[in-house]
């Protein structure tokens, strides 16, 4: 697949971004007969991100099959509490390193040269039930009784302040233990009312966030297959 054309100030960007990845060791140089795309994406602050496009690695990968949670069961255990805490763990997938014989294939190609990925690259298909995998694993003990888990998003609920005190500990404990780190700007804590997967949660109930229902109804009339994947995925979502 050809490169996508980028304009000065996304080279200048691209930059930037690849030298912090190469501080962080989250990437090195490689030579591997691997070699996806890559582009630049705008996030909801303005800022850009680092995309690899993995389809043609993701074609030819065996799929795991480890199970996402649905959503209506992890809001069923949220009723009856009253004091919640979320947490965001900080580019979560990066937390997670890839096997020696696999650094390779995460192989992607710049401007500035060929790299491959040490950690978990976001766009690998088997990235969301890997980490699921390894979250549920180490919040076992917890999950269904005081901590829900979906990918990198934590939410902790209490039915008291004093018990939260305690879950909040045992959480931040846990993620210590396995040097897991949180983004704090994205975290809330000791919170009566939390918006968590779509949902405002607090003691009064469960309800939609009125964010999301206004999205779906704000959405134009799709008028293409993909136009209709998008909206789909938006009102699953």
């Known amino acids: 697949m050809a490169p996508y054309r980028m304009s000065a100030a996304e080279l200048e960007k691209l930059k930037v971004q690849l030298e912090e990845l190469l501080e962080k060791k989250f990437i090195r140089p490689n030579v591997s007969p691997w070699g996806a795309i890559m582009l630049l994406v705008k996030k909801k602050d303005g800022s850009m991100r680092l995309c690899i496009d993995y389809r043609q690695l993701n074609k030819v990968t065996i799929k795991n099959k480890y199970p996402l949670p649905r959503i209506d069961d992890l809001m069923d255990q949220l009723i009856g509490a ?32 060929h790299y491959e990925y040490s950690v978990m690259p976001f766009g690998v298909t088997n990235a969301p039930g ?108």
Not at 86 to 108: M, S, W
């Open 82 to 113: 009253c004091v919640f805490s979320k947490i965001d763990l900080r580019a979560g997938y990066h937390q997670i390193r890839v096997k020696a014989e696999d650094i390779p294939k995460t192989a992607f190609r710049t401007r500035y040269g």
């Open 130 to 237: 890997v980490f699921m995998k390894y979250m549920n694993r180490i919040f076992h003990s917890y999950l269904d009784r005081f901590v829900v888990v979906f990918i990198d998003d934590i939410l902790i609920y209490s039915k008291s302040e004093e018990e939260h005190a305690e879950h909040l500990r045992i959480v931040l404990k846990t993620l210590r233990e396995k040097k897991l780190y949180a983004k704090l700007s994205k975290c809330e804590f000791w919170l009566k009312e939390v918006t968590f997967l779509g949902h405002v949660i607090s003691s009064g109930g469960i309800a939609m966030d009125p964010a999301k229902v206004e999205a779906v109804l704000e959405w134009g009339t799709p008028e293409s297959v993909t136009e209709i994947r998008n909206f789909l995925g938006l009102a699953g979502y």
